[in-house]
């Protein structure tokens, strides 16, 4: 192996085919920030950030970059950290390069609470830090509440909504006394978009970055505890997690029960949807019954004026009888004072000229008088009798009309409550209707959402099936963790050593044994797909190896 390291070969382009890199120095800088000295505490001057840059020699000597076929992240990745009177620190302000940081200090000084900050920045709960069971708690003593301000790169393709964002996004969150927290996201201008949790969750999902996965975020208890552990069961617990395995499993029960849930309101929908059918079917029937109501109304008033018209009629042909007798009557009683003269006459006539002429004059006289006084008492109470009917009429006219009068307005009242009945009951079936469609509306567009949302999480649970059938297959074969195509490769090479000048090496990864696995994550983030690619030691050998 050093042999090879000594020649210097350039490393190819190809995972299968990838030459020893030269010799590597690293060049570390330390920065300490001294600004606003008097206001930090002790710890906070302890730490020093390290920028560690990785570069090439040539045999020479002379420095070159190292191509590692990956470009500086734009999206998602913490470009500042402050801390505002946040555990130890008054006030501490980190600003991170776009690859690998180092933090160091001496125990004490307040590293792990730059991790911290972090998790409960981006909206972790207290007990995911396992560092306080409240976040009242990671305030500083003496403190009225604590700031912890994160700020993210925000460009490229990966960029969240970098119109309403810019090229940054600021995470602002701020812990009281009393243990309620608030947020503040803000653009690059330092505009604040949101103040909602939600839309923070969001952001977080869309550059998957996951808070509680010990892969993103391994504290010193989560680490103790797997190296220390013996039980396999926590250890897979601790894998599935970290793989989002039990992420995506939750996520497809919850869409099954959201399909659940979705088919009951579809049902629901149903039936909502057919008692809209017979409000309908009501409402055209209620509107029909208004439509005979206010003809009925109409038909009442006719007969209404048609009545009040016919009782005047009678009263008028009343008055036509009763002028005739009236005129009957004056006649007889013009002839009443004149009959009476005769009588008077015929009774002086018969003491002048003989009693007995005088008696029958006077008798004629009174038999007339008899005659005329029954007549005119006949017509006073034929003309008493007609005007007793006439007002008898007349009163029953008046009588009826106002009954009459009563009853319909009554009907009218009741009509009009009616009408109010069912114009509110049509306007209540209108707003129902409206509210059906809109939340039939609403499910059909959730169950779509939901749909998709299955479709996605059946094929990232099938995904993690196969990372986890794969990573089982592995531990038969370890190439296969390499990729499923690396056994077939090692075979071929094998089957071709006599075509090698001298026979490759590989894949790399399987040459080295780590003595401490906490290094692996390192190694791994910093070799890459180099793992997967195999040492030759000459140009022919690449050559034939590319072939392969």
């Known amino acids: 192996m050093s042999d090879w390291k000594a020649r210097g070969q350039k490393r190819a382009s190809s995972s299968q085919s990838t030459a ?27 730490l020093m950030m390290s920028q560690v840059q990785s570069q090439d ?10 191509f590692t076929g990956r470009k500086v992240a734009e999206a ?3 470009d500042r950290i402050q801390l505002n009177d946040f555990m130890c620190h008054r006030k501490l302000d980190v600003a991170l390069s776009p690859n690998t940081n180092f933090i160091l200090g001496r125990n004490g000084s307040g590293k792990s609470a730059i991790m911290t900050a972090i998790m409960v920045a981006l909206g972790g709960k207290a007990t995911t830090t396992h560092r306080a069971s409240s976040l009242k708690n990671f305030i500083r003593t003496g403190a009225k509440s604590a700031e912890v301000i994160i700020t993210m790169r925000n460009r490229g393709l990966d960029s969240y909504k970098p119109d309403d964002y810019g090229d940054s996004v600021t995470v602002h969150r701020t812990i009281k006394t009393d243990g309620t927290t608030s947020y503040k996201i803000k653009a690059t201008n330092g505009s604040t978009v949101s103040t909602k949790k939600e839309d923070l969750v969001h952001i977080l999902d869309h ?13 010193q208890d989560t680490s103790r505890h797997f190296l220390h552990s ?12 970290a793989t989002r395995l039990e992420q995506i499993q939750n996520d497809y029960e919850r869409a099954q029960e959201d399909q659940a849930l979705m088919k009951k309101s579809i049902e629901r929908n149903e039936v909502v949807r057919q008692l809209s059918e017979d409000l309908k079917k009501e409402a055209k029937l209620l509107e029909e019954r208004l439509h005979l109501f206010d003809r009925l109304k109409e038909m ?3 007969v209404r004026k048609l009545e009040m018209e016919l009782q005047w009629v009678m009263v008028m042909e009343l008055e036509k009888n009763i002028g005739p007798l009236e005129e009957h009557l004056a006649k007889e009683r013009s002839r009443l004072p004149r009959n009476q003269h005769g009588i008077t006459k015929a009774e002086t006539g018969g003491e002048g000229g003989g009693e007995e002429e005088g008696g029958e004059r006077r008798e004629r006289g009174e038999v007339e008088q008899r005659r005329m006084k029954s007549a005119i008492e006949d017509q006073s109470r034929e003309k008493t009798a007609l005007q007793q009917k006439m007002e008898d009429l007349i009163t029953l006219s008046q009588q009826d009309t106002a009954g009459e009068r009563a009853r319909r307005q009554r009907m009218v009242e009741e009509g009009e409550r009616e009408l109010g009945d069912l114009r509110r009951e049509l306007e209540e079936m209108s707003t129902l209707r409206t509210d059906l469609e809109r939340a039939l509306r609403d499910n059909v567009d959730r169950r779509r959402q939901l749909d998709g949302q299955r479709g996605q999480l059946s094929r990232e649970l099938r995904e993690g099936e196969g990372k986890v059938q794969m990573l089982q297959s592995s531990r038969a074969n370890t190439l296969l963790a390499y990729g499923e195509w690396m056994p077939g490769i090692v075979r071929a090479v094998n089957a071709a050593q006599s075509r090698f000048r001298k026979p490759p090496k590989g894949p ?7 003595r401490d696995y906490r290094w692996s994550t390192a190694i791994e983030a910093i070799l890459g797909k180099n793992l997967s690619a195999f040492v030759v030691d000459n140009t022919y050998d690449k050559k034939t190896l590319e072939a392969i």
């Open 207 to 219: 550059w998957n970055i996951q808070v509680d996965n010990p892969v993103s975020l391994l504290d």
């Open 230 to 241: 013996n039980n396999p069961a926590h250890k897979y617990k601790l894998f599935v997690k």
């Open 20 to 46: 020893v890199a030269g010799k590597r120095k690293r060049s570390r800088t330390m920065m300490s920030s001294e600004e606003d000295e008097e206001e930090w505490s002790d710890g906070d001057k302890e």
């Open 57 to 66: 020699m040539d045999e020479v000597g002379q420095e070159k970059p190292v």
């Open 76 to 78: 998602g990745v913490i």
């Open 508 to 514: 790399i990864g399987v040459m080295f044994k780590l």
């Open 300 to 302: 009442e008033d006719k």
